[in-house]
């Protein structure tokens, strides 16, 4: 920017990157010397959400206000294409320069490179910035100069890497003379596909930085030395819960990074897995970026004629946690009263929907994408393919998990089963019974029916989904 152009207000871009912290685009924008104007545009990528994400963005949003109102500024809201939008608060503002937090999903990165160029023609000048993962997807190369296929190279060509240091809030976020003008966030409705689900699912959320910051200090203190064990069982708070947090930017992957890194430092045996899960959602990305066809399609082309059946009848049984299979139900009917699940239920509930009921990772895929609160578009398809067996790093064709036995070992005391299946419980735990509050009237459920028998036989299902396996080994 030139001097005669320091007087022009500058514009950051708010996207996945709800925080003032660690916040490399707020930081350039800042360092800039001009006042600054964050803004949150709604395009057709946010509108294309699914229903819990959708919500959850929103109330992400509301919380970043806050913390702008707290210093002196404003979050602008404007609905529309991104490009327009920008266009027209530089024309409203004079502003000469849009500062943004870096993407790597093909939509978004579609989206991005269309607003670099016309901001460009217009002598706008648009600056991505890094921030949304620890490592950029290019950086990382094998000894023969290709990407990573396989996760444990890939983790051990980064865990040495010096991360960057977090960086504070800016001491001030220069307003502008005059705020253009806002659409209010309540017109944009956007948790209206979450009906009465909203009120179910809101008190086990941490919305905003500070609460992304809290549940990340109190993981390290109380929970991280245990966590190589304890985030197998899920009846217990065994696992730090920041995937909500982190895939709406509300704390950094370095800031998480930092604190486990000086737990490892301090003795603390779980830190270090901890570490790998965040290195997991890494090479997630990694994978996005060099083979985005991990989204929507088999990441293996040879699984491309795999006798997957449509959604079914079986598919939406699972998708209301009525399998009979405990495991299965419990895990879904978590996603529905808390937004979330707990991974091994993920592994669970992926493994049982692809291989015993022989249904398309899609259907589940999407359908958590419409439900989760910290869905992600990376590590959501990657884990599905995973447990489908179409995609990088997969399990092998014939681990079939048994849900039963998982359970048998996961969860001993059942407690998780009883937080989540209220049916046959003389006096249902408050969640259990909050599932049926929160799922939709059509699905026609009570407390008050019967468990289901098993829809489908563990061992027969099983068996269909081996034979299908061999014939497909054969047939290559």
Not at 305 to 312: C, E, K, L, T, Y
Not at 324 to 338: H, K, L, P, S, W
Request: proline letters at 7%; aromatic letters at 10%.
């Amino acid at each position: 920017m030139s001097d005669t152009d320091k007087t022009a207000p500058v514009l950051w871009w708010v996207r996945r990157d709800l925080r003032l912290s660690d916040n490399a685009a707020l930081l350039a924008a800042c360092a800039t010397g001009a006042s600054v104007i964050p803004v949150f545009l709604c395009d057709d990528l946010i509108d294309g959400l699914g229903a819990a994400p959708k919500w959850r963005f929103g109330l992400g949003i509301a919380a970043l206000q806050t913390r702008l109102r707290a210093l002196g500024s404003e979050l602008i809201l404007r609905r529309g294409p991104a490009l327009e939008g920008l266009r027209a608060l530089c024309a409203e503002t004079g502003a000469q320069a849009v500062h943004w937090s870096r993407a790597y999903d093909p939509a978004q990165v579609a989206r991005d490179t269309e607003v670099k160029a016309g901001l460009k023609s217009d002598g706008i000048d648009g600056q991505s910035h890094g921030g949304h993962l620890l490592i950029e997807p290019w950086t990382v190369e094998t000894g023969t100069g290709g990407f990573y296929k396989v996760y444990t190279p890939f983790w051990k060509s980064v865990r040495t890497r010096e991360m960057h240091v977090p960086r504070p809030q800016p001491k001030a976020i220069p307003a502008p003379d005059q705020w253009p003008e806002s659409d209010s966030l309540a017109t944009w409705d956007l948790g209206a596909a979450m009906n009465r689900g909203a009120e179910v699912v809101a008190p086990h959320l941490a919305v905003g930085e500070e609460g992304a910051r809290d549940r990340l200090d109190r993981f390290i203190e109380d929970r991280v030395a245990a966590y190589g064990t304890a985030r197998d069982i899920p009846g217990i708070e065994g696992t730090s819960r920041l995937s909500e947090n982190l895939t709406y930017g509300e704390i950094s992957p370095a800031t998480c990074w930092q604190a486990g890194q000086r737990a490892l430092h301090d003795g603390k045996p779980g830190a270090e897995i901890f570490l790998k899960e965040l290195v997991w959602r890494e090479f997630a990305y990694h994978l996005v970026w060099h083979t985005p066809r991990l989204l929507d399609r088999n990441w293996r082309e040879d699984w491309d004629g795999f006798p997957w059946r449509d959604d079914n009848p079986e598919a939406e049984a699972w998708r209301q946690g009525r399998t009979g299979i405990r495991f299965v139900d419990a895990a879904m009917r978590e996603m529905y009263v808390t937004g979330t699940m707990h991974n091994r239920g993920r592994m669970i509930v992926a493994s049982y929907l692809t291989k015993h009921l022989m249904t398309h990772w899609r259907v589940g895929q999407l359908w958590f994408e419409d439900c989760l609160v910290d869905w992600d578009p990376a590590s959501n398809a990657m884990g599905w393919q995973w447990a489908a067996g179409s995609g990088p790093d997969a399990a092998p064709y014939f681990r079939v998990f048994n849900p039963d036995t998982q359970l048998d070992k996961f969860d001993r005391d059942q407690s998780y089963q009883r937080r989540f299946i209220a049916e046959g419980q003389g006096s249902p735990e408050p969640d259990a019974l909050s599932f049926f509050a929160a799922v939709p009237r059509s699905w026609g459920l009570s407390p008050n029916h019967p468990y289901p028998d098993p829809i489908v036989a563990l061992d027969a299902g099983r068996k269909r989904a081996l034979d299908a396996y061999q014939a497909r080994k054969d047939a290559a």
